[in-house]
């Protein structure tokens, strides 16, 4: 009798571990939230202000497990966890979607938004809040956008001019459209996941890279990067993504709380992550170990005007209606 109830109980838990629900009544709900970068980033603050929030109001239904760093997924597997409901909370980089949406591609083109105030705008309008269910037919469903900031690029030498590039090998995220950008102006690139890129540097396999302030500064990037040009070329934030069936199994009203925490770490996520990059680039300087150089209004719009040919590339992809309500964001109304 006793065996007999050890082995339904066992059935029971191995299905409960492998079943999708939050549902269980007496277990609290446990939220493992995975990413690659480090505590001390607008992503990394975002996911611990989440957790303190959660556990100091519904502490006891719902645990929050913050893994950073890529210490128990990287980039290579982690959506693939998520959708495997092996991981409940993610915040990759917009580029890291390409498989699962192309529409998302419009954050990564080229000197298409004049700053981070524009992404901002684009991401509340409706065709920017459409794009967080761009994926729920592949598991994965949006609940927010955070900023990390904009991207520069770094590298052995001042890159004023597009011609500057030509010849370099440079790191690039699992982005089709960032792969273009460089084969356009004559370089290399290589898609390395993010926990491999000092590495990469430091052995020569590449030369370059790009990646914003509080990156560069919090992976030691720098420390091997002669020059970093002040290019604010392309946005890099985060879509908050979440395993749709799993998200939905949250009773109602406890997930009406989450979604409340996260609205408001949203808040202070992107109100916070300007004002890190700012500071992250004071840091870099005050070691005087790379030298940083701004693009001038011409030099910039003259990377614009060469770039312009990759947004032709991949509209189609993303859509001529979306990649308009991209460009209109830079005005500023
Ligand atoms: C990168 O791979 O460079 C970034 O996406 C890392 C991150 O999450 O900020």
Redesign the pocket.
């Given at each position: 009798m006793f065996k007999t109830f050890i082995a339904v109980a066992s059935c029971v838990l191995a299905l409960a571990s492998t079943s999708l629900s939050a549902a269980d009544a007496t277990a609290p709900i446990v939220i493992k939230f995975s990413?690659?970068?480090a505590d001390d980033t607008p992503?990394g603050q975002g996911a611990l202000l989440f957790k303190k929030l959660v556990e100091q109001r519904l502490g006891g239904q719902v645990q929050v497990e913050v893994h950073p760093n890529s210490s128990l997924f990287g980039?290579a597997d982690e959506l693939e966890a998520l959708r495997k409901n092996e991981v409940q909370l993610l915040a990759?980089?917009l580029?890291?979607f390409e498989q699962y949406t192309k529409q998302l591609q419009v954050f990564d083109l080229p000197f298409l938004f004049d700053d981070l105030d524009a992404v901002n705008r684009f991401q509340k309008r409706a065709k920017g809040r459409q794009l967080l269910r761009s994926m729920e037919s592949n598991d994965i469903v949006g609940l927010a956008y955070w900023h990390?900031g904009m991207r520069q690029f770094s590298g052995p030498r001042a890159l004023r001019t597009p011609k500057d590039a030509a010849g370099l090998a440079f790191r690039i995220?699992p982005s089709d459209v960032i792969e273009a950008q460089f084969a356009r102006i004559g370089a290399t690139s290589a898609k390395i996941p993010?926990a491999e890129?000092l590495a990469a540097l430091q052995s020569g396999k590449v030369q370059a890279s790009e990646?914003t302030w509080s990156?560069l500064y919090s992976q030691k990037l720098y420390t091997v990067q002669p020059v970093i040009t002040e290019s604010n070329h392309g946005a890099?934030d985060?879509m908050l993504v979440s395993n749709p069936r799993f998200w939905y199994s949250i009773p109602h009203a406890t997930r009406t709380q989450l979604e409340a925490i996260i609205d408001e770490v949203t808040f202070a996520v992107n109100h916070a992550a300007e004002e890190q990059n700012r500071a992250d680039r004071e840091r870099i300087v005050a070691t005087g170990k790379t030298q940083v150089v701004s693009l001038s209004a011409e030099e910039r719009q003259a990377w614009r005007e060469a770039m312009r040919p990759v947004w032709k590339q991949f509209e189609p992809n993303i859509g001529e209606d979306i990649l308009k309500a991209a460009e209109i964001v830079n005005r500023k109304k």
């Amino acid at each position: 009798m006793f065996k007999t109830f050890i082995a339904v109980a066992s059935c029971v838990l191995a299905l409960a571990s492998t079943s999708l629900s939050a549902a269980d009544a007496t277990a609290p709900i446990v939220i493992k939230f995975s990413h690659v970068v480090a505590d001390d980033t607008p992503k990394g603050q975002g996911a611990l202000l989440f957790k303190k929030l959660v556990e100091q109001r519904l502490g006891g239904q719902v645990q929050v497990e913050v893994h950073p760093n890529s210490s128990l997924f990287g980039d290579a597997d982690e959506l693939e966890a998520l959708r495997k409901n092996e991981v409940q909370l993610l915040a990759p980089s917009l580029a890291k979607f390409e498989q699962y949406t192309k529409q998302l591609q419009v954050f990564d083109l080229p000197f298409l938004f004049d700053d981070l105030d524009a992404v901002n705008r684009f991401q509340k309008r409706a065709k920017g809040r459409q794009l967080l269910r761009s994926m729920e037919s592949n598991d994965i469903v949006g609940l927010a956008y955070w900023h990390n900031g904009m991207r520069q690029f770094s590298g052995p030498r001042a890159l004023r001019t597009p011609k500057d590039a030509a010849g370099l090998a440079f790191r690039i995220q699992p982005s089709d459209v960032i792969e273009a950008q460089f084969a356009r102006i004559g370089a290399t690139s290589a898609k390395i996941p993010f926990a491999e890129t000092l590495a990469a540097l430091q052995s020569g396999k590449v030369q370059a890279s790009e990646n914003t302030w509080s990156n560069l500064y919090s992976q030691k990037l720098y420390t091997v990067q002669p020059v970093i040009t002040e290019s604010n070329h392309g946005a890099l934030d985060y879509m908050l993504v979440s395993n749709p069936r799993f998200w939905y199994s949250i009773p109602h009203a406890t997930r009406t709380q989450l979604e409340a925490i996260i609205d408001e770490v949203t808040f202070a996520v992107n109100h916070a992550a300007e004002e890190q990059n700012r500071a992250d680039r004071e840091r870099i300087v005050a070691t005087g170990k790379t030298q940083v150089v701004s693009l001038s209004a011409e030099e910039r719009q003259a990377w614009r005007e060469a770039m312009r040919p990759v947004w032709k590339q991949f509209e189609p992809n993303i859509g001529e209606d979306i990649l308009k309500a991209a460009e209109i964001v830079n005005r500023k109304k």
